[in-house]
Structures are given as structure tokens and as C-alpha cells.
């Protein structure tokens, strides 16, 4: 069973990501508050029983399942459900893509100056625009995986779809992303 | 969350390698962001944590006062665990009372009636002890009773 403090620490660490995950979703930040506020209430009174490490699973697929549910209270699943092929393209150019991205990273690591730190939030704001912008199933991937840090199996567990989906939605989402940023001459 | 997510790194990387790579660098810088939430944010998303810890708090005790032992329940007066072997004697001793009370008053009619009897049996025994006034040979009452008697 988690202790107090476990599930304090717990609902602290994930707070913010959680609120941000579900703001992309929702587009609406008192909707997303409210979201998270009641996934943390029903992790609490719900789940007090379970033991610390399957917190972090229990929350997501919570997060998720109340998000569904406001969209079907707002009855605009659909509006929000893109079409995948909008951000279509061939494999190798977002293969090379990528390769010219990671060679940004590796340069850009431990070299920025006053002017760069200016730029860098403009281009953290693009980059979470361009998150934002993903369609829903491929961003929740994404974010599932790289930013909640769950390996496939429960990305696909929260998401309720199998594991091949899942990496077919992570890497549309990884090179739709590399597309886009390197479209407004950004390197991550 | 403790967990990281595993990278491969060789010299050529292959592409889930290169997915993996840049989908933790575009997380982390995300976070960077998230990180510098509005100040507004960050106190209704605490606000949200401590709510929730409250009702977590008041669902762990629920669970307690329900596996908590029967006597502890009775004693708040509740009668859904009386059939626990502790509510028999709560059950026993709240009846004794009542049963001293009535053996009690059968004690009391009894003893009341003995009293009377003896009332009764001392006057009897006055009169027939005493000896017999003139006056009662004139009463026709008296009379009738030695005649009646004689048949």
C-alpha cells in the first residue's frame, strides 16, 4: 500500500506533465486542471490500496480515461480525431531527417549564450506548439513513451491498442515532428 | 519516475535507435517548458494534489473503521455486527437487567403474598382461639352457619 508521502511525492512529480498532456488534448487549461484533479482524486480514493510502482501506470491510464471522458460530455471526439495522413511522408526523408536533427543536438549541447537562452525559449515554444498540433493518437503516443517514460507495452496498455500501433504512432509522431521543425529551421 | 528509457547507441544507429533518441530529446525539452508552468498553474495543480491526498486520507480511514474488529462498531451503535460472538454478550448483558427486574417483582408478589396468608391465618386463629360472645347465638347468620354445619 503507498503511504502518504508516496503518493504526495508521487502526484507532485507527475503534475505538471500530466496537466500539459492533457492541455494539448483538451486545448483548454481549466478543462485539463480540472481533468488532473480528478484523476488524482480518483487515484487517491481508488487506488490508495496498491503499492507505490503501479502508481505511475494506474494515473495514466486514469488521465486518459477521464480525458475520453470529457470529450464525449463535450461531444467533440470527432472534431479532434485528425487524419493521420496529414503529416504522411516518405520513410527515408524523415530517416534523413532525423539523422540531420541528432547532429543539431550533439552540436548544440553546452553552448548556449545569453542570445541563445532568448532563442531557446522561443524555440521550446515551438516545439511544444508543434506537439500540440500532432493529431491525438500519435501525440499521446509520443508523450506516453518519450515523456512519461512508459516502455510499449503499457503505452499500449493506457492507450488500449496493441504494440505494434503504438510504434507505428510514435515514429509517424517523431517524424512528422522532425518534418515540421525542420521546416521553421529548428534543430532540438 | 525513475525509469529511463533505454537508448541504443552504436556508431550506426538504426532507426528506432534514431526515433528513440530524438523523441527523449524533444520530451526533455518539453518538460524544460512544463517545468515553468504560470505561477496560477502551479498553485490550482496544488491545490488538486492536496484535495486529492485529503480524500485519499479520508478513503484509507473508511477502509480502516470497516476492517477495524465488531466490538469496536458496536460500541457506535451499530447493529449490523451483532452477530459476531462479542455482540452476544454485549446482547446478554444489556438482557440481565431486565431479567432481574422481573424476577424481582415475582419476588415481591411473592413475598406479599405470603404476608397476607399469614395476615389472614392470624386472624383466623384470634377468632377461633377467643372464646365465643352471647350475642352470637341471637344472630341469625350465625344460626343458619351451626345448623348447615350439623346436616
Redesign the interface.
Same mark, same amino acid.
Given at each position: 500500500m503507498a503511504t502518504?508521502k508516496e503518493?504526495?511525492d508521487f =502526484?507532485?512529480? %507527475? #503534475?505538471?506533465?500530466a496537466?500539459?498532456r492533457t492541455a494539448f488534448a483538451v486545448r483548454d *487549461?481549466d478543462s485539463a486542471?480540472d481533468i %488532473?484533479?480528478d484523476s488524482? @482524486?480518483r =487515484?487517491? #480514493?481508488?487506488y &490508495? *490500496?496498491r503499492p507505490a510502482a503501479e502508481l +505511475?501506470l494506474l494515473f495514466q491510464r486514469i488521465l486518459s480515461n477521464a480525458t475520453m471522458d470529457w470529450f464525449r460530455r463535450q461531444k467533440v471526439r470527432n472534431a479532434v480525431v485528425h487524419n493521420f495522413s496529414d503529416f504522411g511522408g516518405s520513410?527515408e526523408d524523415g !530517416?534523413f531527417d &532525423?539523422?540531420e536533427? =541528432?547532429d543539431g @543536438?550533439e552540436g548544440n549541447v553546452g553552448t548556449e549564450s545569453a542570445s541563445d537562452s532568448v532563442s531557446r525559449d522561443q524555440?521550446?515554444?515551438i @516545439? !511544444?506548439q508543434q506537439?500540440g498540433e500532432l493529431p491525438a493518437r500519435q501525440r499521446e503516443a509520443?508523450?506516453l513513451?518519450?515523456? !512519461? !517514460?512508459l516502455d510499449v507495452a503499457e503505452t499500449a496498455s493506457v492507450m488500449g491498442c496493441s504494440e505494434g500501433s503504438v510504434k507505428t504512432h510514435?515514429?509517424r509522431? %517523431?517524424?512528422a =515532428?522532425?518534418k515540421a521543425l525542420k521546416a521553421k529551421g529548428i534543430a +532540438? | 519516475m525513475t525509469k529511463t528509457t533505454n537508448l541504443t547507441y552504436s556508431p550506426v544507429p538504426d532507426r528506432d535507435g534514431l526515433e528513440a533518441r530524438f523523441g527523449v530529446r524533444v520530451a526533455s525539452m518539453l518538460g524544460e517548458r512544463a517545468q515553468s508552468a504560470a505561477p496560477d498553474i502551479s498553485e490550482r495543480l496544488r491545490f488538486a494534489r492536496e484535495q486529492a491526498l485529503m480524500r485519499g486520507q479520508a478513503a484509507r480511514r473508511q477502509e480502516q473503521l470497516i476492517s477495524a474488529p465488531a466490538a469496536v462498531v458496536v460500541g457506535r451503535g451499530r447493529s449490523a455486527t451483532l452477530a459476531n460472538h462479542l455482540g452476544w454478550w454485549v446482547k446478554l448483558g444489556s438482557a440481565m437487567p431486565l431479567a432481574l427486574l422481573v424476577l424481582g417483582l415475582v419476588g415481591i408478589a411473592h413475598v406479599h403474598e405470603k404476608a397476607q396468608i399469614a395476615a389472614v391465618a392470624e386472624v383466623d386463629a384470634a377468632l377461633l382461639s377467643d372464646d365465643l360472645p352471647p350475642a352470637a347465638y341471637t344472630d341469625p347468620g350465625f344460626a343458619e352457619y351451626l345448623k348447615t354445619n350439623r346436616e
Open positions: 502518504d503518493l504526495s =502526484l507532485k512529480s %507527475v #503534475e505538471k506533465r496537466f500539459k *487549461d486542471l %488532473v484533479q488524482m @482524486i =487515484l487517491a #480514493e481508488k &490508495i *490500496d +505511475p520513410d !530517416e &532525423i539523422l536533427m =541528432l @543536438i524555440i521550446l515554444q @516545439i !511544444e506537439v509520443f508523450l513513451r518519450y515523456w !512519461e !517514460e510514435c515514429s509522431a %517523431v517524424h =515532428l522532425a +532540438p | -
